[in-house]
């Protein structure tokens, strides 16, 4: 597996696993189980499609290696933001106006499916809506005017508003931004909260939930048969959904995928009065570099502040100092505040950056490849999945006719590759 880190067992020492609800746990997989569906991964990708299938009154059983959400879905900016991928228009050659008008309409519904959830089974999980898009550059604010013509459009629900400069501080209290485009539509959330509770509710529905269960093998065929330390599992469909942490499980599948650490700091709880002068409107909020910052506020009101991009597959030696300067240079009226928690986690990137959805084999599915913007895609992609698998729909088929590229050379020369394309784009960024 790849790059687990120090946290093998269990979750890092995040803000979000100090503020789990349930920490009860699922067992581990024992002896030999059979079911229609195995999923490989318990991160919001795998959850979601087991309790889309239970939904459905699909068998399921799921198989995590270590804990659920210990992946990118339990430490990531719980930035829930609509929309598939980056570009979606550069395939329309190959998805044709249909296809392209399809992912348009499951941007929109990704979102849609994270709030329907969190209302139906009444999960706990802070989500708060309102998100903001936040210009540094001039350019960047044609963009966000391009975006919300092209909302409007959709006819898109919900509201969305243009900021310049003297606007903005109704976000945000720094002086580091030009303008930005409100999405009430989009918001922020406890990602671990909610991926451990989506779990728990798929067991209660009747999948089997398996943590620190990592598959060691899986043999291809009519019955697949995936194999861990202690129980191997025969099913009639495969799901993989190991994304940045896929290792050598599957060797296609792992080289679609780059994986990028990216890395959050909270800091202690801010009074009232400089939560208000920080984020006035507690959205989320994210600029539009390559090496952006995306941060917001807890519900406790620390700040969440996210960054930085690493290639080489290892962490800063100390999270706290590489981000740190990121966050005084926004805020620096902020320096004295201590930092409680530093925590990172991988990113999986594709060479085209829009998820990668379909399948291997008829009975092999995957969805992997989010590039930093999957806690709603993930959402549909569970759906999306359990659709095929169910034949409800065929939806996962526009996913299939995007091709995505191989990277060259092992995992050891994927991330100086990868480390190289950056350095060109941050060049490119800076002017
Ligand atoms: C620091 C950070 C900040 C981010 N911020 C945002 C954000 O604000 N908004 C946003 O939309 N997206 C964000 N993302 C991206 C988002 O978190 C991911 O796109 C999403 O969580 C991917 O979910 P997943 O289930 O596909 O993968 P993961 O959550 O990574 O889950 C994969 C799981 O598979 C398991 N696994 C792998 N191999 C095996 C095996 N052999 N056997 C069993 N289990 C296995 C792993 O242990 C892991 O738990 C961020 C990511 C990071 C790292």
């Given amino acids: 597996m790849l790059n687990p880190g120090t946290h093998v067992n269990d979750y ?5 696993h100090a503020s789990l609800q349930d920490q009860a746990g699922f067992k581990h997989a024992v002896g030999t189980i059979r079911t229609q569906v195995c999923v490989i991964g318990g991160g919001f ?30 430490r990531n ?18 998805i044709g106006d249909a296809g392209v008008e399809m992912l348009d309409h499951m941007g929109f519904e990704a979102v849609d499916i994270v709030k329907q959830r969190i209302k139906k089974y009444q999960i706990n999980c802070d989500l708060k809506m309102g998100y903001c898009d936040l210009a540094t550059r001039q350019r960047d604010l044609k963009a966000f005017e391009t975006d919300q013509a092209w909302l409007k459009t959709k006819h898109y629900p919900y509201e969305t508003r243009l900021l310049d400069k003297k606007d903005i501080h109704e976000v945000v209290g720094s002086d580091a931004y030009v303008g930005g485009l409100i999405d009430m539509g989009s918001g922020h959330l406890h990602p671990l909260n909610l991926v451990v509770s ?13 943590e620190r269960s990592e598959v060691k093998s ?54 009232d009065e400089l939560a208000q002068q920080v984020l006035p409107s507690d959205m989320a909020v994210c600029d539009q570099r390559i090496d952006l910052d995306y941060y ?10 996210g960054g930085l991009c690493t290639y080489s597959g290892r962490d800063p030696k100390s999270i706290i100092k590489a981000l740190r300067p990121n966050m005084d240079k926004v805020f620096p009226y902020l320096k004295h505040l201590n930092i409680d928690y530093q925590w990172g986690g991988m990113i999986g990137i594709g060479a085209n950056r829009f998820p990668q ?6 009975n092999i599915f995957y969805a992997q490849a989010y590039s930093g913007h999957g806690v709603a895609a993930t959402h549909l992609a569970g759906k999306v999945i359990a659709e095929a698998i169910t034949k409800e729909t ?24 990868l480390a190289a394309g950056m350095l060109y784009h941050r060049f490119l960024d800076m002017f």
């Avoid at 570009?87 to 050659?93: L, M, P, S």
């Avoid at 959805?357 to 008829?362: A, E, F, M, V, Y």
Wanted: proline letters at 4%; aromatic letters at 8%.
């Fill in 12 to 16: 890092p020492n995040s803000y979000y």
């Fill in 45 to 74: 990708s795998g959850v979601s499609t087991a309790l889309e299938l239970r939904e459905r009154g699909v068998d399921v059983v799921l198989l995590e290696a270590y804990r659920i959400g210990w992946g990118a879905s339990g």
């Fill in 77 to 94: 900016g719980g930035q829930l933001i609509r929309g598939i991928g980056h570009g979606v228009e550069q395939f329309r050659n190959r």
């Fill in 198 to 210: 989506e779990a728990r509710i798929a067991e209660q529905l009747g999948a089997k939930i398996f």
């Fill in 218 to 271: 899986m043999q291809r065929g009519a019955i697949c048969v995936v194999k861990t330390d202690h129980a191997q599992i025969h099913c009639e469909q495969l799901v993989i959904c190991g994304n940045a942490y896929i290792g050598e499980l599957d060797s296609t599948l792992n080289s679609q995928v780059l994986p990028a650490g990216s890395y959050v700091i909270a800091s202690e709880p801010l009074s």
């Fill in 296 to 305: 917001r506020l807890s519900a406790d009101k620390r700040l969440l502040f």
């Fill in 357 to 362: 959805i379909g399948r291997l084999q008829d």
């Fill in 394 to 417: 065929n939806r996962i088929e526009v996913y299939e006719q995007v091709k995505h590229l191989r990277f060259p050379g092992g995992p050891r020369f994927r991330s100086p590759l």
